[in-house]
T-cell receptor, first 112, second 113 residues
Protein backbone atom coordinates (compact mmCIF):
# COMPACT_ATOMS: atom_id res chain seq x y z
CA UNK A 1 0.00 0.00 0.00
CA UNK A 2 1.17 3.52 -0.78
CA UNK A 3 2.30 5.54 2.19
CA UNK A 4 5.14 6.43 4.54
CA UNK A 5 7.31 3.64 5.92
CA UNK A 6 9.44 4.10 9.03
CA UNK A 7 12.08 1.76 10.40
CA UNK A 8 12.70 0.56 12.99
CA UNK A 9 9.40 0.51 14.89
CA UNK A 10 11.07 0.16 18.29
CA UNK A 11 14.59 0.86 19.53
CA UNK A 12 16.39 0.98 22.85
CA UNK A 13 19.69 2.85 22.99
CA UNK A 14 22.23 3.48 25.67
CA UNK A 15 23.23 7.07 26.39
CA UNK A 16 25.91 8.14 23.94
CA UNK A 17 25.06 5.62 21.24
CA UNK A 18 24.16 6.74 17.75
CA UNK A 19 21.47 5.58 15.36
CA UNK A 20 19.62 6.55 12.21
CA UNK A 21 15.86 6.48 11.82
CA UNK A 22 14.79 5.71 8.28
CA UNK A 23 11.78 7.09 6.43
CA UNK A 24 10.63 6.42 2.88
CA UNK A 25 7.52 7.51 0.98
CA UNK A 26 6.21 6.17 -2.32
CA UNK A 27 3.71 8.92 -3.15
CA UNK A 28 6.15 11.16 -5.05
CA UNK A 29 5.70 13.88 -2.42
CA UNK A 30 8.02 16.86 -2.45
CA UNK A 31 8.13 17.76 1.24
CA UNK A 32 9.07 15.55 4.17
CA UNK A 33 9.11 16.18 7.92
CA UNK A 34 10.38 14.68 11.15
CA UNK A 35 8.32 15.23 14.32
CA UNK A 36 8.66 13.98 17.86
CA UNK A 37 5.67 13.35 20.10
CA UNK A 38 5.94 13.46 23.87
CA UNK A 39 3.14 13.11 26.44
CA UNK A 40 1.47 16.47 27.04
CA UNK A 41 3.66 18.24 24.46
CA UNK A 42 2.00 17.53 21.17
CA UNK A 43 3.89 17.05 17.94
CA UNK A 44 7.03 19.17 17.61
CA UNK A 45 8.93 19.67 14.38
CA UNK A 46 12.57 18.57 14.42
CA UNK A 47 13.66 19.03 10.79
CA UNK A 48 11.99 19.28 7.44
CA UNK A 49 12.86 19.08 3.77
CA UNK A 50 10.74 21.25 1.49
CA UNK A 51 12.14 19.55 -1.59
CA UNK A 52 14.86 17.16 -2.64
CA UNK A 53 18.26 18.59 -1.82
CA UNK A 54 17.10 21.01 0.90
CA UNK A 55 16.76 20.63 4.66
CA UNK A 56 15.96 23.11 7.43
CA UNK A 57 15.67 23.17 11.21
CA UNK A 58 12.34 23.08 12.98
CA UNK A 59 11.48 23.85 16.61
CA UNK A 60 13.70 21.26 18.36
CA UNK A 61 16.70 20.40 16.12
CA UNK A 62 19.42 20.16 18.79
CA UNK A 63 21.00 16.70 18.96
CA UNK A 64 19.72 15.65 15.53
CA UNK A 65 20.86 15.68 11.93
CA UNK A 66 18.98 14.80 8.76
CA UNK A 67 19.68 13.69 5.21
CA UNK A 68 17.34 13.92 2.25
CA UNK A 69 18.90 11.06 0.34
CA UNK A 70 16.58 11.39 -2.67
CA UNK A 71 12.96 12.33 -3.26
CA UNK A 72 11.71 9.20 -1.48
CA UNK A 73 13.95 9.00 1.58
CA UNK A 74 14.52 11.30 4.56
CA UNK A 75 16.59 9.99 7.46
CA UNK A 76 17.04 11.32 11.00
CA UNK A 77 20.29 10.70 12.86
CA UNK A 78 21.02 10.88 16.58
CA UNK A 79 24.79 11.25 16.91
CA UNK A 80 24.99 10.81 20.70
CA UNK A 81 21.68 9.77 22.20
CA UNK A 82 20.49 11.33 25.48
CA UNK A 83 17.61 10.27 27.76
CA UNK A 84 15.82 13.51 26.77
CA UNK A 85 15.51 12.07 23.28
CA UNK A 86 13.26 9.28 24.50
CA UNK A 87 10.15 9.86 22.43
CA UNK A 88 7.99 8.66 19.57
CA UNK A 89 9.30 9.90 16.23
CA UNK A 90 7.04 10.41 13.24
CA UNK A 91 7.96 11.02 9.66
CA UNK A 92 5.44 12.70 7.36
CA UNK A 93 5.24 13.77 3.76
CA UNK A 94 3.04 16.06 1.70
CA UNK A 95 2.79 16.92 -1.98
CA UNK A 96 2.30 20.63 -1.56
CA UNK A 97 1.61 23.25 1.03
CA UNK A 98 -2.16 23.03 1.15
CA UNK A 99 -2.71 19.33 1.66
CA UNK A 100 -2.77 17.16 4.75
CA UNK A 101 0.33 15.27 5.71
CA UNK A 102 0.59 11.51 5.44
CA UNK A 103 2.27 10.13 8.54
CA UNK A 104 4.25 6.98 9.11
CA UNK A 105 3.43 4.65 11.99
CA UNK A 106 6.27 5.97 14.16
CA UNK A 107 9.48 4.82 15.83
CA UNK A 108 9.35 4.38 19.58
CA UNK A 109 12.80 5.23 20.93
CA UNK A 110 13.96 4.75 24.50
CA UNK A 111 17.36 6.04 25.62
CA UNK A 112 18.59 4.57 28.91
CA UNK B 1 4.20 33.30 18.09
CA UNK B 2 1.74 30.97 16.42
CA UNK B 3 -0.25 28.89 18.88
CA UNK B 4 -2.87 26.16 18.81
CA UNK B 5 -4.90 25.24 21.91
CA UNK B 6 -7.27 22.30 22.08
CA UNK B 7 -9.96 21.69 24.68
CA UNK B 8 -10.91 19.69 26.54
CA UNK B 9 -7.78 17.59 27.07
CA UNK B 10 -9.95 14.52 27.58
CA UNK B 11 -13.61 13.78 26.95
CA UNK B 12 -15.68 10.76 27.91
CA UNK B 13 -18.98 10.22 26.16
CA UNK B 14 -21.61 7.56 26.28
CA UNK B 15 -22.41 5.98 22.95
CA UNK B 16 -24.90 8.23 21.15
CA UNK B 17 -24.08 11.30 23.24
CA UNK B 18 -23.13 14.09 20.81
CA UNK B 19 -20.49 16.70 21.69
CA UNK B 20 -17.86 19.05 20.27
CA UNK B 21 -14.11 19.42 20.48
CA UNK B 22 -12.57 22.87 20.29
CA UNK B 23 -9.41 24.15 18.63
CA UNK B 24 -8.52 27.82 19.08
CA UNK B 25 -5.61 29.34 17.21
CA UNK B 26 -3.54 32.48 16.89
CA UNK B 27 -1.52 32.59 13.69
CA UNK B 28 -0.24 35.19 11.29
CA UNK B 29 -2.41 34.60 8.27
CA UNK B 30 -4.14 31.24 8.37
CA UNK B 31 -3.61 29.18 5.23
CA UNK B 32 -5.39 26.08 6.46
CA UNK B 33 -6.62 24.26 9.57
CA UNK B 34 -6.25 20.50 9.71
CA UNK B 35 -7.91 17.81 11.83
CA UNK B 36 -6.27 14.43 12.42
CA UNK B 37 -7.28 11.29 14.27
CA UNK B 38 -4.64 9.29 16.13
CA UNK B 39 -5.19 5.79 17.47
CA UNK B 40 -2.89 4.40 20.19
CA UNK B 41 0.43 3.24 18.80
CA UNK B 42 -0.23 4.68 15.34
CA UNK B 43 0.55 7.80 13.36
CA UNK B 44 -2.01 10.58 12.90
CA UNK B 45 -4.55 10.01 10.15
CA UNK B 46 -5.74 12.98 8.12
CA UNK B 47 -9.45 13.86 8.45
CA UNK B 48 -10.19 17.38 7.14
CA UNK B 49 -8.70 20.61 5.89
CA UNK B 50 -10.57 23.91 6.32
CA UNK B 51 -9.35 27.03 4.54
CA UNK B 52 -11.67 29.90 5.35
CA UNK B 53 -14.11 31.07 8.02
CA UNK B 54 -17.57 29.62 7.50
CA UNK B 55 -16.32 26.49 5.80
CA UNK B 56 -17.66 23.11 6.93
CA UNK B 57 -16.57 19.54 6.13
CA UNK B 58 -18.29 16.27 7.05
CA UNK B 59 -17.25 12.64 7.23
CA UNK B 60 -19.59 10.05 8.69
CA UNK B 61 -20.34 11.19 12.28
CA UNK B 62 -17.77 14.00 12.21
CA UNK B 63 -18.31 17.58 11.14
CA UNK B 64 -15.62 20.25 11.24
CA UNK B 65 -16.34 23.97 11.22
CA UNK B 66 -14.10 27.03 11.13
CA UNK B 67 -14.37 30.61 12.38
CA UNK B 68 -11.74 33.33 12.38
CA UNK B 69 -10.46 32.26 15.81
CA UNK B 70 -11.38 28.62 16.30
CA UNK B 71 -12.53 25.35 14.84
CA UNK B 72 -14.96 22.81 16.20
CA UNK B 73 -15.10 19.11 15.56
CA UNK B 74 -18.67 18.02 16.17
CA UNK B 75 -19.28 14.34 16.84
CA UNK B 76 -22.86 13.21 16.32
CA UNK B 77 -24.09 10.02 17.98
CA UNK B 78 -20.57 8.69 18.56
CA UNK B 79 -19.72 5.00 18.67
CA UNK B 80 -16.96 3.25 20.63
CA UNK B 81 -14.86 3.02 17.44
CA UNK B 82 -14.68 6.84 17.43
CA UNK B 83 -12.47 6.63 20.52
CA UNK B 84 -9.10 8.18 19.65
CA UNK B 85 -7.03 11.30 20.14
CA UNK B 86 -8.07 14.12 17.82
CA UNK B 87 -5.36 16.56 16.79
CA UNK B 88 -5.77 20.03 15.37
CA UNK B 89 -3.04 21.75 13.36
CA UNK B 90 -2.73 25.07 11.56
CA UNK B 91 -0.68 26.16 8.62
CA UNK B 92 0.38 29.77 8.84
CA UNK B 93 0.92 32.15 5.98
CA UNK B 94 3.12 35.15 6.54
CA UNK B 95 6.68 34.44 7.63
CA UNK B 96 6.24 30.68 7.85
CA UNK B 97 7.74 27.84 5.94
CA UNK B 98 5.51 26.53 3.23
CA UNK B 99 3.71 23.41 4.40
CA UNK B 100 4.77 23.56 8.03
CA UNK B 101 2.01 22.66 10.52
CA UNK B 102 1.69 23.74 14.15
CA UNK B 103 -0.08 21.11 16.24
CA UNK B 104 -2.21 21.34 19.34
CA UNK B 105 -1.81 18.82 22.15
CA UNK B 106 -4.94 16.92 21.22
CA UNK B 107 -8.21 15.84 22.80
CA UNK B 108 -8.42 12.24 23.96
CA UNK B 109 -11.94 11.01 23.27
CA UNK B 110 -13.35 7.89 24.89
CA UNK B 111 -16.79 6.60 23.88
CA UNK B 112 -18.18 3.89 26.09
CA UNK B 113 -21.07 1.58 25.24
Amino acid sequence: NAGVTQTPKFQVLKTGQSMTLQCAQDMNHNSMYWYRQDPGMGLRLIYYSASEGTTDKGEVPNGYNVSRLNKREFSLRLESAAPSQTSVYFCASVQGGYYGYTFGSGTRLTVV
Amino acid sequence: EDQVTQSPEALRLQEGESSSLNCSYTVSGLRGLFWYRQDPGKGPEFLFTLYSAGEEKEKERLKATLTKKESFLHITAPKPEDSATYLCAVQAGRGSTLGRLYFGRGTQLTVWP
